[in-house]
T-cell receptor
Framework: LAKTTQPISMDSYEGQEVNITCSHN???????ITWYQQFPSQGPRFIIQ???TKVTNEVASLFIPADRKSSTLSLPRVSLSDTAVYYC??????????FGTGTSLTVIP | GAVVSQHPSRVICKSGTSVKIECRSL??????MFWYRQFPKKSLMLMAT?????????EQGVEKDKFLINHASLTLSTLTVTSAHPEDSSFYIC????????????FGSGTRLTVV
């Protein structure tokens, strides 16, 4: 059961790049790293997933160092609509996912 | 993509009554689904793992007789809050995964339960 640690909150101005780092020191060999976004009164929404190195999709990039004990979610040029809570989860197929505190991101005009 | 539908989105019930929440995987089969609850400004707390065709596995501290879970098919899991009390008021969220974890886990839109 990999436990994750993230900053509780972050502020950023519109148009800036935001990097949110997550620590998962006891990640297992079979675990993937997945990031979710949650708006108030909605279920979490999948952002990106990776196992190692770098993954990029249309909304974000995920950087994972060789030891996999941490990961960084990068959101390019954030807008006000990116204000949300971001969760980093680690786990393997079929296993339970336990949520940490998440990072509350506030984008400022 | 993977879609999980949760119903109802909001429900208000009287103390002592039971409420059923449905979670359906619309375009994939899910042998395993998960139920979470979330209090305001808090993180999601895993309540139980719902396994198709077998008994659910509950997390420590979650009353299995209070939160009945039934996973009768590969696309439907239900959570019944029995004899609801005001302290059961919360946001309940289900999730499911396709066999290929590259899609991650898909979450329902959540159910806001208010017990009065």
């Amino acid at each position: 059961l990999a436990k994750t640690t993230q900053p509780i909150s972050m502020d950023s101005y519109e148009g800036q790049e935001v990097n949110i780092t997550c620590s998962h020191n006891n990640i297992a060999t079979n675990d993937y790293i997945t990031w979710y976004q949650q708006f108030p009164s909605q279920g979490p929404r999948f952002i990106i997933q990776g196992y190692k190195t770098k993954v990029t999709n249309e909304v974000a990039s995920l950087f994972i160092p060789a030891d996999r004990k941490s990961s960084t979610l990068s959101l390019p040029r954030v807008s006000l609509s990116d204000t949300a809570v971001y969760y980093c989860l680690v786990g393997a197929t079929g296993n339970q996912f336990y949520f940490g505190t998440g990072t509350s991101l506030t984008v400022i005009p | 993509g993977a879609v999980v539908s949760q119903h109802p989105s909001r429900v208000i019930c009287k103390s002592g009554t039971s409420v059923k929440i449905e979670c359906r995987s619309l375009d994939f089969q899910a042998t395993t689904m998960f139920w979470y609850r979330q209090f305001p400004k808090k993180s999601l707390m895993l309540m139980a793992t719902s396994n198709e065709g077998s008994k659910a596995t509950y997390e420590q501290g979650v009353e299995k007789d209070k939160f009945l879970i039934n996973h009768a098919s590969l696309t439907l899991s239900t959570l019944t809050v029995t004899s609801a009390h005001p302290e059961d008021s919360s946001f309940y969220i289900c999730s499911a995964s396709r066999q290929n974890l590259n899609y991650g886990y898909t979450f329902g839109s959540g159910t806001r339960l208010t017990v009065v």
